[in-house]
């Protein structure tokens, strides 16, 4: 969808400035019936905007069918916008219950066209000749004739009025918190349940300081929408988050309602201003502004004595608090959400609930890397040309399983190549287990594989999957927040790890193994989990240093044709043939069962040159390609 704002007018729009002192802006926000069909655009003064389907509109709704290609016309004035049908409307435009065809919007009122509502708010009104006014605010030119801070020992001794009314609120503001699809939203909300709550408020507004610590007026709503303008103090809001940093509540006197430049604050008694506690992105709060029945008196003993006032200031706290609470835990999820997508889960754990950057910094370690690699996607392509969907989804499937027992293990994901994972032990943390942990993870994916390779109905029918797993040094860390974490693992092992799944395709074998992996794994592998076996002497294309690798197979109860006895024989004709040794290779190799894969490569190349050794022969098998 193209939406075209104030910063891109029509041919038509104008910006005319009527008032050489301030611009009025507009915020004009959308609400369609799914959450992703909520927009909003900033309108200036003295300006025409068309509202339309249509993508050359002003102003796009490509998600309502009920609108017309070009449906409303809007002309903004000073405080106020013109409202008018186009000679296009198909369907009827509904302002304060009825049909109109033409009409005035003030802000806080709305239109419907359609599933689609519209609000007009007033965003903020900046000076132009005098850059020292704050935006959105009132002019402060009138000092209150009391100021008064609290502590929280003083509001703890308050006693709530209307107490079932304040706790209903507060029972609704978590899911206002979680469930507003914007800030926009959330911010709406916000102010409507502070107007809930707090009996004497006649207006509300959500303030903050922006980088530069000039406040600015994120919304704001009155108790009576026709009341019109409301400016908060830009003095009283600029003191209370970032000077004291605490709630600050000013008092004014009846006769500052003949200042001129006072009107926007004068028809108000009191008005206080709440931080929301940290952590948050930029210091930002609730302002709340009203008149009581009768007029405070102006004494520290008498305002502090007010038990419905200072109700009010321990209520907006609470709110503040509740706030500040339940956005630190969603930002927790969010960061446990983005780690677990890296890490095993009590790696997780303990990363989001001590996020020490140390940690996570790139260092050179000890790791153990799995490249696994996903066999039949080519062909699988081909042959699922009508259907590329469902192939995404089967790949996602395997995708998730290999990545699931990486992290069962203790790996971490570093990344995703296609149809390929990459998973590394040994960061962040050091471990004994390491190698270990990648055998056991590269063991599960092939046992998944297998289950169901053979059943057509399954997503991994017809797939298979390479593994390589090489042990070496390594840089590894993240890159990125904390929130948003990036994790990756520099050096030679990771490439010698992806030239040994590569390898898997030639040795006929799922998982290769470097000696590196093998001599670790010599060790620590219980022949109830898993069994090794060499396979060749290799140099792999691309690389200077030669490698024995070996296969890592499954327990012998799990694969009986391959009993350790097969294994041992097996063992017997590889170190024939890299001794040179080709016509005792090729008897013991002749003695696999025929189900073993793994004979073809050294028993085509022995049969290739007669059972005869090459008299340039080292034991060493280079590959010429990937």
Known sequence: MVARTADQPSENSHCRNTDRERVTLFELTAEGK?????????LQTQSTYVIGRSDSADIAIGWDPHISRKHVRLKTGDQDMEIECTGDASNPLFMRGREIQKGRLRPGECFVIGSTTFWLKLQRIEAQDNPQVDIGFADDAGAPVEEVTFDERTLRKIRFRDADTRLDVLSRLPEVILGAHTDSEFYHQLADLILTGVKFAEAVAIVMLDSAGTPVVLHWGRRRETAGEFRPSGRLVVDSLEKRRKTILHIWEPDQTTIQDYTAIAEFDWAFCTPIPKPTESAWGIYVAGRLDEPIVPTESQITGSSDLQGDI?????????ISSVRRLNRLERRYAG????????VAAILSDNPNADVLKPRECDVTVLFCDLRGFSKSVEESAENLTGLLERVSIALETMTDQILEHGGVTCDFQGDAVIGFWGWPFDSDDATLNAARAALGIRAAFDVTRDREDHPLAKFQMGIGIARGRAVAGKIGTTEHVKVTVFGPVVNL?????????????????????????GDQLDPSVGRMRKLAKILPYGMEKPVVVSELLPAEDQTPAFSDATLQRYEQGIDHFIAGEWEQAYECLHDMPAEDRAQDFPSMLIAQHNRIAPPDWDGIVRIPNK
């Open 497 to 521: 790890a992806s030239r040994l799944e590569g390898l898997t395709k030639q040795l006929r074998v799922p998982i290769v193994i470097d000696e590196a992996t093998a001599s670790t794994l």
């Open 314 to 322: 321990k209520f907006t706290e609470l709110v503040g608090e509740i």
């Open 339 to 346: 780690l677990s997508q890296f890490f095993a889960p009590p």
């Open 34 to 42: 799914q959450a992703e069909h909520h927009h909003q655009w900033d």
